[in-house]
T-cell receptor
């Protein structure tokens, strides 16, 4: 299994600012995934992050809005840039381990 | 797009079995059926997965039809703590597999 820690757990931010979310895993993993969960909705995959290469973004998500870093095999960051109230969501980090996927507890972001 | 269809919501009495159905008629031969659940304000939690045989673990049982076009997750003795959104997902089991979520089923376990 994998234990994932996300920071911060929640934040309230002003529109127009940026927030960087950190994801730390207790073991080395090849791929890390970032999800967004809007209020009352299911999880939507934002991007896949491989160590040493650029992240691969899903349709509807762009690097300028959600830049991702993956400096090593246990850590990744997701930045939500130039935030608007529509970015208010829970952002979750995930890794694949063996046959399962493991998820962090998420970062609850409120943009005011 | 998600490859599964689930009821939007279901109710279950505490102590009774909860049977959650899922349709996945376009499943490929190398794709597994996975079930996750998300309890309010938490990250999704793995429950069980299977390819074509029925599977059981300490949390649940998974029944997959012979043609693999549908499956049922069974929580044998539901408790109030099983109230959650349950996601049925089909996914290959090799490489850097992505987990794509559908809308899920919101299960309410009532006393």
């Amino acid at each position: 299994s994998a234990v994932i820690s996300q920071k911060p757990s929640r934040d309230i931010c002003q529109r127009g600012t940026s927030l960087t979310i950190q994801c730390q895993v207790d073991s080395q993993v090849t791929m890390m995934f970032w999800y967004r969960q809007q209020p009352g909705q299911s999880l939507t995959l934002i991007a896949t992050a491989n160590q040493g290469s650029e992240a691969t973004y899903e349709s509807g998500f762009v690097i300028d809005k959600f830049p991702i870093s993956r400096p090593n095999l246990t850590f990744s960051t997701l930045t939500v840039s130039n935030m608007s109230p529509e970015d208010s969501s829970i952002y979750l980090c995930s890794v694949s381990g063996g046959t399962e996927a493991f998820f962090g507890q998420g970062t609850r972001l409120t943009v005011v | 797009d998600a490859k599964t269809t689930q009821p939007t919501s279901m109710d279950c009495a505490e102590g009774r079995a909860a049977n959650l159905p899922c349709n996945h008629s376009t499943i490929s031969g190398n794709e597994y059926v996975y079930w996750y659940r998300q309890i309010h304000s938490q990250g999704p939690q793995y429950i069980i997965h299977g390819l074509k045989n029925n599977e059981t673990n300490e949390m649940a049982s998974l029944i997959i039809t012979e043609d693999r076009k549908s499956s049922t997750l069974i929580l044998p003795h539901a408790t109030l703590r099983d109230t959650a959104v349950y996601y049925c997902i089909v996914r290959a089991n090799t490489g850097g597999f992505k987990t794509i979520f559908g809308a899920g089923t919101r299960l309410f376990v009532k006393a």
